[in-house]
């Protein structure tokens, strides 16, 4: 439903009227989007997941939530259109799936949709191996391919991402063996065995460590897969037993440390190594490794002795030499060991030497002092700058001490010249180690006009020694434009004549002058002129104001001039000042009449001419030169003119004796000297008076006319006479007061004429039409005549079909002769008969193509217009027929023919099986899981909207799937080898109708093979046995394998050898034969048994390649013919230097060693040991005894003997042969800890180092390298932060990491992220380092300090207090600085800024925005001071625009836009970010008394009554004018003199001054009006606005009048309010009935505050002639618009009519008067009766019910809260007989025009009125209350739940469904405010006789009794079986 209310429109809901609601029906909020979304675990917060949209149909508000609100966010992309996105990482092994509910709520209805998001699974879980730690021991003689460990790993992730890969990083003699088969695999899933692949050899290595890495799959796509994620693991591998190896190094690591400027061949370190061949070891000789690879024994600064080892320095080194310095003081050396060898012997360099790297640190001493790279330098600074800003040099100041550490720290201060701490500068930094750029700063700001120049010098002195030296500085202080010209006077004054020429100086009245402080070019001023100006110029260096055009100037045009003059400086800043020119009058210009003609006209024998003649006369000069004086030049004895140009007559004219038209001169003289004069003609018209009126000469009979005459046809020509003798007075006019719209006459001839086609049928068959003749006289007469026209019928009526197109189907199986329809067609003819056929025909095919056929199957029948089927139809030729179907009246006069479109559909019908278009042969690749879309069947139906199915009725292996697209698709794996090369399907194709028909296709697919099997081995032998005296070329095996793949090269095998065999073993390719390549010695193995492991590989020629591996073992077994054997070639041992003589040396935790033979009993036996001199114990510090122990030989210990020393024993069997075995013992003599490790900085040599405050975490801080002079893990240092000193715990930010590289040296990285301004500007801490030895030693502390520096990573900011700022400018100054507003700040040290205007809007509240391009126009800003100048070419206005709020902003993001910002670029306005670095300057335009007073009227009517006494108020004019500039002081004074109608008025009234103006607006009367005085006054009233002195006009005409012309009446509006639409009375009258009203007086009524009565007079156009109220209050009631506008506005009523006391004269003129009354007054009173009985008849029927209702109860506008459109009440209501007082509309405006309630019910019912009740029409329940019109009415409870009240404005009670009624009484009131009156009204509840009555229970009362307080009478309303009657008790 949909109601108004108020004028609004409410969908959905009914009117809550009374006590009954009507609710709503709301529909439920709609959800458009997923329902399930997949996304990635990895989504980074902020990702997109879905978007939704909402909807509600009813457009009612939705609110909209998620749950799940801790990890997405729902945000409103725009109205109803929603985003959901991340807020927190999702992790798929937490949670892998998510239920989001989204809930929608409308307020009323809510709905829930859960989208259900699952996470793609990423590769996030690195692999873990299960079964650590991987440790395994392997005998050396085991042969290949035994296990060694299993490997298990596992991952969290899923699918791929969980699969594991498991490998071996450089394997070794290991590989990877399959589980189940052993055989070798590069990697496996999951879980793998290690297996040996070779036998291993103690001797080359006892100890592996191999790297295991296992690597996840990851997913994958067709085109990328996940990146994999890997763990590592050591297994450690523990060989036992023997090996052979190259020399080894003992002491490791070499590092030694020494002072510089040793002497040349200073022994520094020494570097032992023993041959690793222990049963044959050789002695060793030492080398450096050159660059190139060569073996040197000299090498930089560096010597070795090739025998010794023994490391000296070949130079002299010096730290501080530019040769060190880039190089650094530490040398990493390369030193090669070699064992010594025979000239013959051919030796494999890998096994006979081996290089070890040696570490040599050169120590500063303290030898340098700090040295500047300047003696002098020059810096400047700006005078005035802040505390803290850096002085500009004109190069960098550097200082530099290149001692390390300590004796390179030094600081620095600057001094004054006298030796003193500087006053004026500070440098930076106070502590420097090695190097630094010096920055200096002010401690002060300098002034330039007082000091230009300031010296000093900056001390250096060393920390340790003191050491001092000097540099000297010299700070020039540049002169900055910190003084703007000032000009002596803000405004001065000046004038110059109009007439003066060019270069005329200006007179000024104090000096032009502006003065600056600055001094050089700063100081020297421009002046200038801004803004638009072609009048002036300026001496720029005089300042002299002068014309710069010839006689450019004209006072009367422009007197005054406003200049804004410019004082710029040398370095822009400026000042302005207000320069005022007057312009002096020279009397130059002739007076001005307002028009070379005045006309005027004056009826004969009239004082009063018929409209007044004012000549208006100016000057444009001023004083006495722009004074003017009138006078007549001629007909001076009848004509006479007032000094303000009112022309009056002295004298009448004749118009019989005078001209009809005569021409009078009038001359006007200014009073300069000489006088200029102008003259002017007055062209008078002497009127003659209309005294007759025009008579018709013919009265016609009743005259025809065709109805269809042609438009022009002359109907009838009448014809009139006038008596009067003049024109126009006998000038006829002829016009039609009702022309139907199908007749004219001709004004001037009278002649009728037909205007529009006639239509017997289709209007009226007769006109009576009303002619009058007018003359032209004033005012006009006129008469009328009647003629009556009659039209004759003629056949000329077109057909008519009955619809615009016919539309018809038919099934196309329909037989011949179906009918199809008929077309039907009218004629109003009466003599019409009318014939059907086809004209036109188009078939259409159900593409809408057209088809063409030999002739269409349908046929017309002629008379009816049924269309049948001439012959069979088919759809799938023609599926629609377009016919042109004709109808034609035979009958007519002219050809009557219609044409229509009849559309003729035919309806299909199954008859076309389904099409298929052949399919070529198919292919699919074998292990294909999505070959995506194989084919697509291209399938036609001829039939109309066939759904076709599609299915497989032959698929093997049903391998294949099809949709109903026709898309075949391969759904399942197709292993060529099990399924062969082709497949054959079918495919059927239904078109899924009843009746359905369908075709069937067979479709073959080859099956295309790839190379997907790899070759396996069928014949295999594992372990293969033989002699080692094998011959080469015997076959030892022969290995065999198959492939499963069909194509040629795919199953083509090929074998090879892919590792192992020591290239022993050979293999055929193609026929698998193992072979012996080369001789099978064993004895080069050195062992009994040797195993060969080999990986034999069969590969089939398939892209790609596929192989297959699987180890075999060759067991080589050896001949018996070893000697004995030590356990070991070479014993290694150690000791402590402190060990006493008689020590026993343990070896391998024995004090015995121990040797074997190998062989059996016979060659074996007892072992016997001996023992030789040491090989290198010169020193003879050990020995050896029988039994193979090893003691210390010196005496008293092995102090100062740190080294390695080697003895030599020998073990001899007990066989016959006396086979003897040797072996070393190399004893270490190891360092006791008694040296303190030292600190040094590397590559900075410096310990203070400079960081960006953004450099990332883990950044390289500084190195510092560790030397100890001890050996082996003495020599170890450990670096750590020194702990405990408060604020210098380095580990809370830094990390120490040692160096991969260099073992003691130590990297110190950043573990924190910088913030300078947040955090700290430097840290500092110390380190210290501490060796490994028993007992610990710990170095000396190394202090370091890290300086953060700045980085530009604030954004700028305002402070809150300079965030809004507001200055005034007034709206005439252009050019002007507006203000500076340089306050962003930036915590960062760049403290460069770029300011930009970037926004604009009105002032607040006003929310409108200002264009940026008017902005731009308008102001300005310095983008690097932020000064804001309002543009010098505008100007600003305060009416248009009375505030400005500037949003400007800065920027100091990067050198680009500070660039710009130089260059004075403009930034976008859409680069706008919000934030601190914005603030808001508002911008007030002072207000300038530019703008003249506005008078709302043009013209004031006021009227003075007679015999009122003075003095009495007209009117006060302040109330009607309005000035647009603020706060102005506004004077009233009259203008012109007063003009006097009559003439003789001015005379009568006797004072020249009767109506006086108050400079406050008041006019008043300054005299008591009498009967002798009558007339009009007219003058000007003149408003003018202070300062400014602009002036506005009005012109105000009082009438004089009586009091019988004064109309009251009363109007429903509070005084207020019709003081503010008193202008709408005004337009009433004029608009309809052409009259002029002037108010007189407004008036609140006393009783009655929202009434207000109104007291006017009427004075009809172009006349004085005043109405009496009488005849106004007629014209009102027979102006029915007139009325009709007056009700609406708010017409109540008048008052009783003020009759004024009359005269004897008047009492004469009345009983004249009374007879032509009284007549009239007969006839009017005989109209109106019979007007009143129709009335009564009508409106008893029409308004029955609203008159019960309104003896019942009455209502007014105010009570019931709205208003009625009084256009829409029919004017005569109020006349209705026999209504009381409230009960028409005028009185009571809430009843509804067409008095109907058909909404209401008296009824308590829960929610429903009856619908019943009320539909008599003699009920009282449509009527007691009006809703009108669907306004809302409600039933609100108040005190009690029997005392209801009603207000049907619904808005002031707060509103509930009422209580219900339980009692058999309940008490209502209703207010009536405009009568005053209470009506209190019972519902009864009382049984009645009338059986069709209901009781209280079924919701309804009875009864209903109102009495009336005011008249005390009680009315009963009564429900009765034909409704509600009421009658009075």
């Known amino acids: 439903m949909i109601h108004s209310l108020n004028g609004k429109m409410y969908k959905g809901c009914s009117l809550l009227l009374l006590f009954i609601s009507i609710g709503c029906a709301n529909e439920w909020p709609e959800y458009d989007g997923p329902s399930s979304v997949t996304i990635s675990e990895d989504e980074p917060i902020g990702a997109l997941v879905f978007n939704f949209i909402v909807d509600d149909s009813d457009g009612d508000p939705l609110t909209v939530t998620i749950n799940h609100d801790k990890k997405f966010l729902l945000t409103e992309v725009s109205s109803n259109n929603y985003k959901v996105t991340l807020k927190e990482k999702l992790d798929r092994e937490t949670t892998s799936r998510y239920n989001l509910q989204v809930t929608i709520s409308d307020g009323t209805s809510t709905t829930s949709k859960d989208v259900r998001i699952r996470l793609n699974d990423v590769n996030d879980y690195v692999p873990v191996i299960q079964n650590l730690p991987l440790k395994a021991k392997v005998k050396e003689n085991l042969p290949a391919g035994t296990f060694i460990i299993k490997i298990v790993a596992e991952d969290e992730d899923m699918g791929y991402n969980a699969a594991t890969e498991i490998f071996l990083d450089e394997p070794g003699p290991f590989y990877l063996g399959d589980p189940e088969t052993g055989e070798i695999i590069e990697h496996n899933y999951d879980e793998a065995n290690v297996l040996l692949r070779s036998p291993l050899d103690f001797e080359q290595q006892s100890l592996y460590l191999v790297k295991v890495t296992v690597k996840d799959v990851a997913g994958c796509t067709a085109s990328d897969c996940e990146p994999s994620l890997t763990t590592t693991q050591t297994l450690t591998i523990n060989v036992e037993d023997e090996q052979d190896t190259p020399p080894y190094f003992t002491g490791l690591p070499y590092i030694k440390g020494t002072e510089e400027n040793l002497p040349v061949g200073s022994p520094i370190l020494r570097v032992t190594a023993f041959d690793g061949d ?73 096994l006979s030497q081996s290089t070890t790297p040696v570490s040599i640190s050169i120590f500063d001493l303290n030898d340098q002092k700090p040295t500047f790279n300047a003696n002098h330098t020059l810096g400047s600074v700006g005078e005035e700058l802040p505390v803290g800003s850096l002085v500009t040099l004109e190069s960098p100041l550097k200082v530099a001490d290149y001692d390390q550490g300590v004796n390179g720290t030094f600081s620095l201060r600057a001094l004054s010249m006298d030796g003193n701490e500087s006053a004026w500068f500070s440098v930076s930094p106070v502590t420097v180690i090695n190097e630094a750029t010096i920055s200096i700063a002010t401690k002060q700001a300098a002034d330039y006009e007082t000091t230009s120049s300031i010296p000093f010098k900056i001390e250096a002195k060393e920390q340790k020694s003191g050491a001092v030296t000097y540099t000297y500085v010299t700070v020039n202080i540049n002169d900055n434009n910190d003084n703007a010209p000032e000009f002596g006077e803000q405004l001065y004054r000046g004038w110059i004549y109009e007439n003066s020429n060019r270069g005329a100086v200006v007179n000024i009245s104090a000096v032009l002058k502006a003065t600056d402080k600055d001094s050089r070019g700063f100081s020297t001023i421009t002046y200038s002129i801004s803004g638009g100006n072609d009048i002036f110029e300026i001496n720029s260096t005089s300042g002299v104001v002068s014309t710069k055009c010839e006689n450019c100037l004209d006072r009367e045009t422009k007197s005054t001039f406003h200049l804004n003059i410019l004082a710029a400086d040398g370095g822009g800043l400026t000042d302005s000042a207000q320069l005022i020119i007057s312009v002096m009058d020279v009397n130059d210009n002739r007076p001005k009449l307002s028009s070379a003609v005045f006309d005027g006209s004056v009826d004969e024998g009239s004082l009063v001419f018929t409209s007044p003649i004012t000549v208006q006369a100016s000057d444009e000069d001023e004083g006495r030169n722009g004074e003017i004086s009138l006078s007549m030049l001629n007909y001076t004895d009848n004509l006479a003119i007032l000094s303000n140009g009112t022309v009056y007559i002295t004298s009448p004219f004749d118009a019989e004796v005078s001209p009809k038209t005569l021409y009078a001169g009038i001359l006007a003289s200014d009073n300069g000297v000489p006088a200029q004069t102008s003259t002017a003609t007055l062209r008078l018209q002497v009127n003659d008076l209309n005294d007759n009126k025009p008579r018709f000469t013919h009265t016609p009979l009743p005259l025809r006319i065709a109805e269809n005459s042609d438009i022009g046809t002359t109907v009838y020509t009448v014809t009139a006479t006038d008596g009067d003798v003049t024109s126009p007075n006998n000038l006829i006019v002829y016009s039609l007061s009702n022309n139907f719209g199908r007749f004219s006459i001709d004004t001037a001839t009278g002649e009728i004429k037909l205007t529009a086609l006639l239509d017997k049928e289709g209007e009226f068959d007769e006109y009576t039409l009303i002619i009058l003749a007018s003359d032209q006289g004033q005012p006009s007469k006129a008469s009328q005549q009647t003629i009556v026209v009659m039209v004759t019928d003629v056949n000329d009526e077109l057909p008519k079909f009955q619809q615009q197109k016919f539309q018809f189907s038919v099934s196309e199986e329909a037989t011949v002769g179906r009918v199809i329809g008929t077309v039907q067609a009218v004629d109003r003819d009466l003599n019409s008969q009318l014939e059907f056929s086809i004209s036109q025909s188009t078939a259409y095919d159900s593409d809408g193509n057209t088809v063409n056929l030999a002739s269409i199957p349908v046929t017309i029948s002629r008379d009816q217009g049924t269309i049948t089927t001439t012959s069979s139809l088919d759809r799938e030729t023609a599926a629609k027929f377009l016919l042109k179907v004709s109808a034609k009246d035979i009958n007519g006069l002219t050809q009557q023919l219609v044409t229509v479109d009849v559309e003729i559909t035919i309806l299909d019908v199954n008859d076309n099986p389904p099409i298929i278009e052949p399919v070529g042969m198919l292919e699919v690749t074998e292990n294909s899981t999505d070959a995506g879309v194989i084919t697509r069947l291209v399938v036609s139906d001829h039939d109309q909207g066939s759904q076709l199915e599609f299915s497989l009725t032959v698929n093997p292996h049903n391998a294949f799937a099809i949709n109903n697209l026709g898309e075949l698709r391969l759904i399942d794996i197709v292993d060529r080898e099990v399924v062969g090369n082709w497949l054959n399907l079918t495919v059927l194709v239904r078109d899924g109708k009843n009746n359905a028909l369908s075709s069937s296709i067979d479709i073959a697919v080859h099956v295309k093979d790839i190379n997907d099997k790899a070759p396996r081995f069928t014949r295999f032998v594992q372990v293969v046995s033989v002699q080692e005296d094998v ?15 069909s194509d040629f090269l795919n199953k083509q095998i ?30 080069i193995y050195k062992v009994a048994n040797k195993v060969l492991p080999l990986t034999i590989e069969a590969c089939d020629l398939g892209l790609p390649k596929l192989c297959t591996n699987r180890v075999m073992a060759i067991n080589i077994t050896d001949v018996n013919d070893n000697k004995p054997t030590f356990s070991a070639d070479v014993y290694s041992t150690k000791i402590s230097e402190i060990a006493k003589k008689g020590d026993k040396v343990a070896v391998e935790g024995n004090y015995q060693i121990e040797a074997v033979d190998i062989d059996s009993t016979p060659n074996g036996g007892e072992v016997i040991y001996t023992c030789c001199e040491p090989s290198n114990d010169t020193l003879n510090l050990f020995t050896v005894n029988a039994k193979g122990e090893v003691t210390v030989a010196r ?41 303190t490790p030292e600190l040094r900085v590397l590559n900075n040599r410096s310990t203070t180092v400079h960081r960006p405050e953004n450099s990332p975490q883990g950044t390289t801080l500084i190195s510092i390298q560790a030397t100890d002079k001890d050996e082996g893990d003495n020599s170890v240092v450990d670096l750590n932060f020194v702990k405990g000193i408060p604020g210098m715990d380095g580990s809370r930010y830094f990390l120490i990491e040692r160096s991969q590289s260099q073992h003691n040296t130590f990297i110190i990285k950043q573990n924190i992220l910088f913030d300078r301004e947040s955090k700290a500007k430097q840290y500092r801490f110390e380190v210290e380092g501490t060796d490994r030895g028993v007992p610990a030693r710990t170095s000396s502390r190394l202090a370091i300090t890290v300086n953060v520096d700045d980085v530009n990573d604030n954004r700028p900011f305002f402070p809150v207090d300079k965030q809004e700022v507001e200055v005034t400018v007034r709206e005439e100054q252009v050019g002007i600085a507006v203000g500076t507003f340089n306050y962003a700040q930036d915590l960062d040290e760049r403290q460069l800024f770029c300011y930009s205007i970037i926004g604009a809007r009105g002032a607040k509240g006003s929310g409108h925005a200002i264009s940026e391009s008017l902005i731009r126009d308008l102001f300005s800003i310095n983008k690097m001071t932020a000064e804001i100048k309002v543009a010098s070419d505008k100007k600003l206005d305060r009416e248009s625009q009375a505030a400005y709020v500037l949003v400007v902003q800065a920027d100091d993001s990067d050198e680009n836009i500070y660039s710009d910002c130089k260059a004075q670029q403009n930034i976008p306005w859409t680069d706008r970010r919000a934030g601190d670095d914005e603030m808001e300057i508002t911008i007030l335009v002072g207000d300038v008394d530019d703008n003249a007073p506005v008078f709302s009227h043009s013209r004031f009517n006021l009227a003075v009554i007679r ?18 500039d603020e706060g102005q002081d506004m004077e009233f004074s009259r203008g012109r003199q007063f003009l006097y109608t009559p003439a003789k008025l001015r005379k009568i009234l006797g004072v020249s001054e009767p109506i006086k103006i108050y400079a406050n607006g008041n006019i008043q009367t300054e005299i008591t009006f009498d009967e002798e005085m009558q007339g009009t006054l007219e003058f000007t009233a003149n408003a003018t606005s202070s300062p400014s002195g602009l002036t506005s006009q009005t012109n105000i005409k009082v009438y004089i009048i009586d009091p019988e012309n004064v109309y009251t009446f009363t109007v429903a509006k509070t005084l207020s309010e019709t003081q503010t639409s008193v202008s709408e009375i005004e337009k009433i009258f004029s608009s309809h009935a052409s009259l002029n009203v002037g108010i007189i007086n407004l008036e609140a009524n006393t009783e009655k505050n929202y009434h207000t009565r109104v007291q006017l007079f009427v004075v009809p156009n172009n006349t004085d002639n005043l109405l009496t109220s009488a005849d106004i209050e007629l014209f009102v009631q027979e102006n029915a618009d007139l009325s009709d506008s007056l009700y609406k506005y708010g017409y109540i009523g008048t008052d009783d009519v003020i009759n004024a006391s009359s005269t004897d004269e008047e009492e004469t003129k009345s009983s004249n008067r009374v007879i032509i009354i009284a007549i009239v007054v007969a006839v009017v009173l005989l109209v109106v009766m019979l007007t009143v009985l129709i009335l009564c008849y009508v409106m008893r029927s029409r308004y029955q019910r609203k008159l019960k209702a309104a003896h019942a109860m009455a209502f ?34 809430g009843w509804d025009k067409d008095a109907s309630m058909n909404n209401f019910d008296w009824a308590k019912t829960n929610g429903a009125f009856d619908s019943e009740s009320h539909r008599s029409s003699n009920s009282h329940d449509d009527n007691a209350i009006d809703p009108l019109n669907g306004a809302e009415t409600r039933s609100c409870s108040s005190a009690g739940s029997n005392d209801w009240r009603l207000d049907l404005r619904g808005n002031n009670l707060d509103c509930s469904p009422p209580p219900p009624i339980t009692e058999d009484v309940i008490q209502l009131t209703f207010n009536d405010h405009h009568n005053k009156l209470n009506y209190d009204s019972k519902f009864v509840d009382s049984q009645s006789d009338n059986s069709n009555s209901t009781n209280k229970e079924d919701g309804h009362f009875n009864r209903l009794i109102m009495s009336d307080s005011v008249y005390g009478k009680i009315y009963e309303t009564r429900r009765t079986a034909n409704g509600l009657e009421t009658t009075e008790v």
Do not use: C, M, W
């Open 1756 to 1789: 007014d506008t105010h009570t019931l809260g709205f208003e009625i459109d009084q256009a829409d009440i029919p004017p005569s209501i109020n006349n209705i007989p026999g209504s009381i007082k409230n009960s028409t509309p005028v009185a009571n405006q």
């Open 278 to 350: 222990k049963s044959s070891a050789k002695d060793i000789e030492y080398y450096f490794l050159s660059t190139d690879g060569e073996l040197v024994n000299e090498i930089e600064f560096f010597a070795i002795s090739q025998l010794t080892g023994v490391i000296t320095n070949s130079k002299v080194i010096d730290t501080d030499s530019d040769e060190l310095k880039s190089h650094g003081s530490i040398y990493s050396l390369t030193v090669v060991a070699k064992e010594e060898q025979e000239s013959s012997e051919a030796v494999d360099s890998a």
């Open 1195 to 1235: 005496d008293p210990d092995l102090l100062g003997h740190v080294g390695v020393y080697s003895l030599t024993i020998t073990a001899q069997n007990s066989g016959g042969a006396k086979e003897t075995g040797s072996a070393k013992v190399v004893v270490n003599v190891e360092d006791f800890n008694d040296n």
């Open 1054 to 1083: 090929e074998f090879r050898i892919k590792s192992g065999g020591d290239g022993k073993i050979s293999i055929d390719s193609s026929k698998g034969t193992v072979s012996v390549a080369e001789s099978l010695d064993v004895d």
């Open 1031 to 1045: 011959p080469v070329n015997s076959v030892l095996t022969t290995v065999a394998a198959t492939d499963a793949d």
């Open 1507 to 1524: 015999g009122v006494a003075s003095p009495v108020s007209l009117i006060n004019l302040q109330e009607y004018v309005t000035d647009a």
